[in-house]
């Protein structure tokens, strides 16, 4: 796996969010961070997500799975505050 991914749009929003792993994830997942040069857990699930998605994900599943993300990015927008006046 290569720790870069040219797909990556550079959108993030340096927002964070919490993910609930066992131990023993978390320290295999730490190990290969270091092992590979990963700036970060973030760049990792990335690069394993992407290399999942490319080998094997048919390309309906990957039309479906752009479509989900759009509708998940759409429930995390913020809401818009209204002016008071």
């Not at 994830?25 to 970060?40: E, G, P, Q, V």
């Not at 094997?56 to 990957?62: M, P, Q, R, S």
């Amino acid at each position: 796996m290569n720790n870069s991914n040219p797909n990556h749009s550079g959108k993030s929003k340096n927002i964070t969010t919490t993910a609930r792993l066992s131990y023993d994830t978390l320290n295999k997942a730490n190990a290969i961070i270091t092992m590979r040069d990963f700036t970060s857990f973030d760049d990792l699930i990335r690069d394993l997500l992407q290399d999942y998605e490319n080998r094997v994900l048919a390309d309906d599943e990957k039309r479906e799975l752009e479509i989900m993300i759009k509708a998940y990015e759409l429930q995390q927008k913020p809401k818009a505050k209204k002016k008071r006046k």
